[in-house]
């Protein structure tokens, strides 16, 4: 069964305190694995697409990873502003839809 | 910058009743999508629609729930008869090909 954990549940950081956020995967054929961040109350906002070992993106602060079991999204130097809950996903090749894990909340301090 | 829009933001209804949640996805997009939030749970699959029918349900997806693409641009989810357990964020998403899912803002459901 295709399947998503996500650590820490919860992460506190001070402002410019670098930090990563751990996803754990298990899938049949990785289509691809997705990041999004989520505010309260809203939907999930796309960050990254990864598609195979050894890629990497990044944008602005944030900076995503992919191994065959795993992903890290590494925070460097992060600010009160992004602050939310970040969402790990996974694609199966065999399917549409996104097995999502239960997220990590990051609270960043000024 | 496109985005997928969703009403309404919050939905209130009594157990029982049908409600109709609406969605218009990115308009170039072919592949859309309704997944459910139960508050303080993951994000839960229910059912993906291309090419005017489903493609995909999950298990919750059952006969008391179905989807519509009525016209060119809107896409909605019914529910015939509401429970207690229906209560969630409902979140509407689109995607163009093999590329990644956007989502709405969700609509809140509330059943009493």
């Known amino acids: 069964e295709d399947q998503v954990t996500q650590s820490p549940e919860a992460l506190r950081l001070q402002e410019g305190e670098s930090s990563s956020l751990n996803c754990s995967y298990t899938v049949s054929g990785l289509r691809g694995l997705f990041w999004y961040r989520q505010d309260p109350g809203k939907g999930p906002e796309f960050l990254f697409t990864?598609?195979?070992a050894g890629e990497e993106k990044e944008k602005e602060r944030l900076k995503a990873t992919l191994t065959k079991k795993e992903s890290f999204l590494h925070i460097t130097a992060p600010k009160p502003e992004d602050s939310a809950t970040y969402l790990c996903?996974?694609?199966?090749?065999?399917?549409?839809?996104?097995?999502f894990g239960t997220g990590t909340l990051l609270a960043v301090q000024p | 910058e496109p985005e997928v829009t969703q009403t309404p933001s919050h939905q209130v209804t009594q157990m029982g009743q049908e409600v109709i949640l609406r969605c218009v996805p990115i308009?170039?997009?072919?592949?859309f999508y309704w997944y459910r939030q139960i508050l303080g749970q993951k994000v839960e699959f229910l059912v993906s629609f291309y090419n005017n029918e489903i493609s995909e349900k999950s298990e919750i997806f059952d006969d008391q729930f179905s989807v519509e693409r009525p016209d060119g641009s809107n896409f909605t989810l019914k529910i015939r008869s509401t429970k207690l357990e229906d209560s969630a964020m409902y979140f509407c998403?689109?995607?163009?090909?093999?590329?990644?899912?956007?989502f709405g803002p969700g609509t809140r459901l509330t059943v009493t």
């Open positions: 998403a689109s995607k163009q090909g093999t590329y990644e899912q956007y």
């Open positions: 308009s170039n997009h072919l592949y």
């Open positions: 990864l598609y195979s």
């Open positions: 996903a996974v694609q199966s090749v065999f399917t549409n839809k996104l097995i």
